[in-house]
């Protein structure tokens, strides 16, 4: 049996790399990974749904309320309100001329605007009740419900992440990371993508 | 600067509640997520006491049971829906408060972001959301015992429509079984913030030099074991929305139409029923791996520290775990061959867990071959590391026979797949497990735990698993079928001996498990002082005080020169050369 | 201790092996046309499995038992081939073992799954239910009448909702609570569950199948050796889970035919 010599495990001495000085803002890859996560859930639902339907012969379509098209172009809207705003801010912060205000109102005007798409979700919602439709009508109604329902919660969640920038850009000194203003927006935009998949999803018979 | 957003920027704690119970230190949360896991465990471990005993002796009372519920045990004797749901509880608590929680989420949240130069997590608060999240689900899942129908009956795998009818189904399938839905998801949402938490910092929060490969090999198992947690949780969240819907909503995700169940007609129409067990297998593969990766990184890095010398090679070992990880999202079907899948998807499945078993066995090889010619040191933590290759090789070879679909007729649902899970998930992982504990009790508590109760508790485990598990195997290949409360079949009868063995042998190996209990507690209220480097260890772990301080480092910012394992470096100082000295390594001539 | 170490395992790699080379609980002996292929494929691989175990538990007992215990004088050896062998001894030990297990032995899994039923096929219906299995016969008619949940009575023994009144197919089928078939011809056999998932397992026979509610499937078989059998249900259904039993009477020609006119007759 051959013995080598153990060699000793080769150095480099040069000056570590890898990682920068400068400071991590992890919110901009924590939202990445969450959107991977909420993206993946979504596809399970997508499957459940394209296997729902091959099981059973009780799918009947439902012709989905006219105000969701409204909701949708609010939703699209706030995401280009929200990329006004983004710049506002960035060049508040860098003080190259825009105004708190300015940021403000934009963010404020996002924050509304997602507000309405909620509001407008649950006025959906009341319509297919008034129609007879409930959650456990048909499979259809069901994943209806369930995903305007979960996209909503999600939706929430990004509304908490609006209001939070903007308590962040509010006093003197404003608190606000790039990051966080980016992550905040990221989100915003994935939950409009989301929107208009879930609509050709419930919509376009798929 | 903003608080959250910035690591481990929040000051010291001061509160007594912000200390220990809502504390945001990573180093809490860790030893919170362990000691659930520690009282997870031994509740799953009494439960399968209770199993065991009713099966070899049916009609002997266990006094006491009746306590724990007057229905399922009237006068100490279990009845056989009540051993069901002791089953179902055993495997629940055992494969998600267990084996998720305690190499995964408490080790992990302990030791990952100091060995990569961290002050804390990237989002601390998340991170105590993650573990109160966790406890809750805890909490939910433990009320199920207490409901007037006891814990729900179909078993972890929760398949419908058993499980989505109702109490119709049978006692436990109602308030119990919505009980159990619940938990999982809120264990799936505490899941998927963890794993968001370990990638984020795994990817942004390393020291200077501490570039991806100088991670050592355990923190590359929880940052792979965190990418795949956070995709097998986000799909096993909606399937248990899903379910229960179907139990509280009455909506027919899982249920087909026409059921007769209790003599009633269901009012359900059109599930699918293979919807649920495909959800469910795609998340429950993975789940395997999620339980097991943690215990392979971790049994590298102490053994690594046992040998005195660095693995083979550190990439294969990496890459094979990510082989693993990825390869784990393709075989899920292989749970399913007898359940009405199209047969060539069959193939299509035993395919991939075929081929999983190349990174596992180059991963075992790795570890042979770099005993070969070591020096290595036997402590307690490397003995239960040796036993898990021991354990992970006996578990992993009765995988052929599982991945091969016409093997699997015979084989599913028999006694050989229990074997082969408890081996390989089962026992491998809480061997990891206890590694895990002899070695980083003293970083986590500042004393060192009893070596000789620990080796006490080792041999008896190790013999005592093997004497459990082996048998399983045969009373498998016999044909002996899992999951019933007592052996009505003919067949059965001629193996009842074996079964008896078994059972003794349970028992014995359960008591000796009070050992470790004892040496947790003792040591860490009398146990001798622990030095900073008690095992002279490489890894950033090493470098800090035992206990380390809340901010870890002490404010300073670790600076790292080394790969993570410069073991039996000739010349140099020691044997050894820690990550973050700038001490050159001799270079031979 | 690391030479007891050693010494344990060698043991328990051992005594593990023993009862499988000794077939102290062999399983039972087959009856099935197609069980010889699963059975050859079960020794193939335990013969695989049994070598890698061996060989790998026997390696890890003696490099512990020459290595444990060395100090810092003594001199590190590194693995012949390093790492680079080790891999490429994996791929080609373990992608042996792949391609004869898996590619070559499918044929078992095709053997059972993949040829469509003979045309002389005789078809049966088995339904499960919470917590009993019983079997349909079409009758000399050959056709099974139509199934009506709605009209499922167990205390009318009509298990599987049957409606002779109007539905003629139905007035001649035969049901029986076992599963009586000739030997040397084939079944197929049709699974439907009344209520949760259960399964149709005959260690015998070689077969598991499950019972999946809302889908009807079906397996076929051929029994060679009459006898009687246990049918288990191996799929958790419930409470009466463990008492979820049946039997198969493998019977010659003349003895089935004349069970069914017996049961034909009540």
Redesign the interface.
Known sequence: MA?TV????K?E?K?????T?R?????R??IW??L???A??F???T??II??Q??????QHIVVPRILFFNTAILILSSLTLEVARKKVASFIRGQGATRAQAMGWLTATLGMGLVFVAGQYAAWLQLRSEGLY??TN?NC?FFY?LTA?HAIHVLGGLGGLARVIR?LAPAVP???K??MDATSYYWHFMGILWVYLLCVVWLKL | ??QE???AHHGPPTSFLRKHVFSVDHKVIGKQYFALAIVAVFIGMILSWLMRFHLVWPNAALPGLQWLSKVGAPAGVM???Y??SLLTMHGTLMVFFVLTNAPFAAFGNYFLPIQIGAEDM??PRFNMMSFWTTFAAFVVLMAAFFVPDGPP???WTA????SA?GSD???G?GLGQTLWGLSIAIFCIAS?LG???F???T??????????M?MPVSTWAWFITSCIA??A???L???C??LV?DRI?????F?????????R?QPH???????WQ??FW?FGHPEVYIAILPAMGIVSHILINS????L??HK?VIGSMMAIGFLSYMVWGHHMF???MN?FS??VF??PT??I??PA??L???W???????????TTAS?FS?GF??MF??GG??G??L?????D??L???YFVVGHFHLVMGVAAIFGIFAATYFWFPKMSGRMMNETLG?IHF?FT??GA?CIF??F???G???N?R????F????AQ??IP?HKFITIAALCTGAVQFIFLINLLYSRFKGAPAPDNPWNATSLEWTVPSPPPWNNFGGKHP?????P??Y????ASG?FIMQNSPE?????S | ??KI?AV??VI?AIV?AV??VMH?????EDISTHGY??DK??DE??L???F??LA??L??AL??WQ??????Q??????PG???G??I???V???S??LA??VI??K???????APPDKDAMTIQAQA??FAFYFRYPGADGKFGGMH??K?D?GNQNFF?LDPENDVDSRDDIVAAELAIPANRQINLMLH?????H?F?V?EL?????F????D?AVHFTATKPGRY?I?C??????????M?AYLSVLFQEEFEKWLKERAGQ
């Not at chain 1, 000056?15 to 990682?19: A, H, L, M, N, S």
């Not at chain 2, 999951?483 to 007592?486: A, E, K, N």
């Not at chain 3, 569950?193 to 998932?197: E, H």
Request: net charge neutral.
């Open positions: 013995t153990h060699e000793p495990p150095i001495q000056p570590p790399t890898g990682v000085d400071p991590p803002e992890p919110a890859t924590g990974v969450g991977a996560a909420i993946m859930s596809a399970a639902f499957s459940a296997v729902r091959g099981s059973g012969n009780d799918w959650l456990a499979p069901s369930l979960v962040r608190i606000l990371r990051s966080t | 600067m903003s957003a910035a690591i009845t056989p829906e051993y069901l990237a989002f009956i179909s078993g398949y419908a429509p058993l009818v189904a049978g006692p399938q998927l794993s968001l938490n990638i984020s910092t990817l942004d929060l390393r020291a200077k030099g501490m570039t991806l100088r956070l995709l949780f986000a799909v969240l909606p399937a929305l899903l819907l909503a009455g909506t027919s995700f249920i087909p139409a026409g059921l007769v169940i209790s003599d007609l129409s059109g599930g699918s029923p293979l919807l495909h959800l795609f040998m005195r010398r660095p083979l090679s294969v007898v359940s009405g047969p069959a193939l035993s395919f075929l081929v078993t190349i066995t180059v075992t090889l790795i042979l071959g770099s005993l070969y010619g070591s020096r290595l040191q036997i003995l040796l290759i021991s090789v006996s070879v009765s052929f026979f991945a091969q679909p016409s093997i007729i015979y599913h649902a028999t080796k041999w190790f013999v093997y082996m048998p195997h045969y009373l290949l016999a044909g079928v999951r019933t409360s007592s009505v079949y003919d067949y001629p193996l074996v600076v790292v020169y080394h790969d394992y410069q039996g470096v000739e010349g044997d050159k390594v001799p270079v031979r | 201790m690391g170490l344990t395992l328990v593990s009862p499988i102290t609980w062999p399983p039972p292929a699963i494929q079960m691989t335990m695989e499995a049994g890698s175990f790998a538990q390696l890890l490099f512990i290595y444990a215990g060395r100090q810092k003594d001199k590190l050896k590194t693995f390093g790492a680079k080790l891999v001894a994996a791929l030990l373990v992608g073992e792949i297990l898996g032995g499918q078992a899994w095709a053997n059972v799954y993949f239910g919470q949940p709605d499922i167990e909702g569950s009344k209520d949760v998932g399964s397992y260690r070689r077969i598991q199948q499950d999946v509610p809302g889908l499937l246990e288990v191996t799929q958790l259904c419930g409470l009466g889970h463990y008492n039993k």
